[in-house]
């Protein structure tokens, strides 16, 4: 199977997903966090995929660029005068051509560039809706798996252990 690879444009997608926008004009770090915790969940759903988020560091002087481990993803923070772009499209073009590379960014010419590079392009809306779904089936998978509603350790046994402990219960055994 081909390592998989989602590269995402941070401030891109926040500026894209309404409540990620809302949020940042209020708090711009929560909603990096906000982007960070979901991305986190989906590629929890999807863990044969690395996810990248790649934030602009560019206009932060004396940056030195950052690159850390947030749960089970990477986020990179760009050094002074590098944009997630260019990044982006760096990290694409080092990757090896046998891996599927994806690159989440609504931005059109960033999309140009990186089918170039041979990756795959994808719109913010095109994350989001890729991102719910899963969300949906991560949902729906849960609620056909809960437990019965009193969560019984009778419940939860086999028929032949039950019959035993029916048994000492009776002190028949």
């Known amino acids: ?14 500026h894209a997903w309404t409540e990620l926008m809302e949020l940042s004009e209020v708090s711009l770090e929560s909603s990096r966090n906000k982007l960070m915790d979901i991305m986190s969940n989906y590629q929890g759903f999807k863990s044969n995929i690395t996810v990248i988020i790649v934030f602009d560091g560019y206009l932060v002087k004396g940056n030195m660029g950052e690159v850390f481990e947030y749960n089970n993803i990477f986020v990179v923070y760009t050094k002074e005068a590098e944009t997630a772009d260019h990044y982006i499209e760096k990290t694409v073009n080092k990757m090896p051509r046998e891996c599927k590379i994806r690159v989440a960014t609504s931005d059109g010419l960033e999309q140009l560039i990186i089918l170039g590079g041979g990756a795959i392009r994808m719109s913010a809306r095109e994350l989001k809706l890729e991102v719910e779904n899963a969300e949906k089936t991560m949902r729906e998978k849960f609620i056909n798996n809960k437990p019965p509603k009193n969560n019984i350790l009778i419940d939860n046994l086999d028929e032949k252990t039950r019959n035993i402990l029916e048994l000492m219960r009776r002190n028949k055994i």
Do not use: H, Q
């Open 1 to 14: 199977m081909k390592r998989e690879y989602l590269l995402v444009d941070g401030y891109n997608i926040i």
